[in-house]
Structure formats: structure tokens, C-alpha cells
T-cell receptor, first 114, second 113 residues
Framework: AQSVSQHNHHVILSEAASLELGCNYS??????LFWYVQYPGQHLQLLLK??????LVKGIKGFEAEFIKSKFSFNLRKPSVQWSDTAEYFC????????????FGRGTSLIVHP | KAGVTQTPRYLIKTRGQQVTLSCSPI?????VSWYQQTPGQGLQFLFE???????NKGNFPGRFSGRQFSNSRSEMNVSTLELGDSALYLC????????????FGQGTRLTVV
């Protein structure tokens, strides 16, 4: 069975600080990787995704993530956070063949102080 | 285009009762997935429906069931409610499967007392 681990449960930063949220997964086959974000009072929405190709993917609002296959990692980064980035961030893994059962990490709560 | 709509937004039920939640996917999306979100367990996959058939199922007891109609709208049912079923239930729709991209609704907050 696949699993997803998000190392940071709570992160507090000041505006303009750099952000890196860790995500590691365990699964023996090929996967599609996602980061979803949930802003306060809003629904979950896609931040970025990786299916294949360039392991460095760019998403909305200046976010990017790098897939490192050898480390089973898909870390999320942003060079300079803003107060509006305050949200909960979820990493998700879906096997890319056969069953499409998504596994989500438990989420990282990010608070950005102005 | 209209997003994923879930009704009702809030529900309070008593232990032992049953409940039905509804989800209207984005027009044209054929895959509907359901998730349970709790502070302790995070987001957990319940099941996925595609073309009125359950295609994938997570590790939840048989009290949790669902169905999908010909217009892709979906319902999930929880029978014999337990206190531990209190959670936010999320529905997500995808064009073909959640392995591409999932569009989430606002969720139904279920409280079991």
C-alpha cells in the first residue's frame, strides 16, 4: 500500500521568507504527484502536478516543486511567501496505472505573518 | 463553469441514524471521488465512481456506500452512524480519473451526536 509523509505539520514564517515543505511517498510503481492547497474557508484546489518529464514543475502563485525519483520526494518550494499564502497544503500521490486510488499526506498548516 | 457542488453543507445527526450526502460534479466530468477529512487522519479516500460504477474503494466499512447516476451526480450514504463518523466529507470530480486532476467541492460537515 502506498503512503505519503509530510514532515512539517505546522510552519510559521514571516513575509518574504523562503518556504520548503517536504513530501515523501512510498510506492513501488509509477505515480502522479500533486500539491493541493486549502485556503481558509475555501475548497481544496490544485497548486501543481507532476506526471512525467521535467522533474521541476511550476504551479500557480509562484510555487514550484521538484520530483526526485531516487528519494521518492516531491518537495514544494516558494522563494518568498506572502501573507496570502497562509493555508493548509496537501501532498498527494496517485498510481499512474491500474487503480487510481489517491493517497494524501496529513497536510501542513502554513501561517505567514505580515 | 460551475464548480463541484455538495449538499448539504452542514448536518447534525444522532448515533444510529443514517445520512445521505449529495455531490454534483463539474459538467462533463465522469469520475466522482469521495473523501473523509478529519484532523487526526487527514484526507482519506472512500470510493470513486465512473459511469455509474464503483471503480475504486478505500478501506472503510460497508456502512459507507455510494452511487452515481447517469448524469454523473453522486450520493454517498453512511448507515448506523457512529461518533467517529463526524468529519468533513469531500467530493471531487475529474474528467476521467483522480489520477489526472481532482476538483473539490466545499464539503459537507457531518456532526454525529
Amino acid at each position: 500500500a502506498q503512503s505519503v509523509s509530510q514532515h512539517n505539520h505546522h510552519v510559521i514564517l514571516s513575509e518574504a521568507a523562503s518556504l520548503e515543505l517536504g513530501c515523501n511517498y512510498s510506492y513501488g510503481g509509477t505515480v502522479n504527484l500533486f500539491w493541493y492547497v486549502q485556503y481558509p474557508g475555501q475548497h481544496l484546489q490544485l497548486l501543481l502536478k507532476y506526471f512525467s518529464g521535467d522533474p521541476l514543475v511550476k504551479g500557480i502563485k509562484g510555487f514550484e516543486a521538484e520530483f526526485i525519483k531516487s528519494k521518492f520526494s516531491f518537495n514544494l518550494r516558494k522563494p518568498s511567501v506572502q501573507w496570502s499564502d497562509t493555508a493548509e497544503y496537501f501532498c498527494a500521490v496517485v498510481p499512474s496505472g491500474g487503480s487510481y486510488i489517491p493517497t494524501f499526506g496529513r497536510g501542513t498548516s502554513l501561517i505567514v505573518h505580515p | 463553469k460551475a464548480g463541484v457542488t455538495q449538499t448539504p453543507r452542514y448536518l447534525i445527526k444522532t448515533r444510529g441514524q443514517q445520512v445521505t450526502l449529495s455531490c454534483s460534479p463539474i459538467s462533463g466530468h465522469r469520475s466522482v471521488s469521495w473523501y473523509q477529512q478529519t484532523p487526526g487522519q487527514g484526507l482519506q479516500f472512500l470510493f470513486e465512481y465512473f459511469s455509474e460504477t464503483q471503480r475504486n474503494k478505500g478501506n472503510f466499512p460497508g456502512r459507507f456506500s455510494g452511487r452515481q447516476f447517469s448524469n454523473s451526480r453522486s450520493e454517498m450514504n453512511v448507515s448506523t452512524l457512529e461518533l467517529g463518523d463526524s468529519a468533513l466529507y469531500l467530493c471531487a470530480s475529474s474528467l476521467q480519473d483522480p489520477g489526472t486532476e481532482a476538483f473539490f467541492g466545499q464539503g459537507t460537515r457531518l456532526t454525529v451526536v
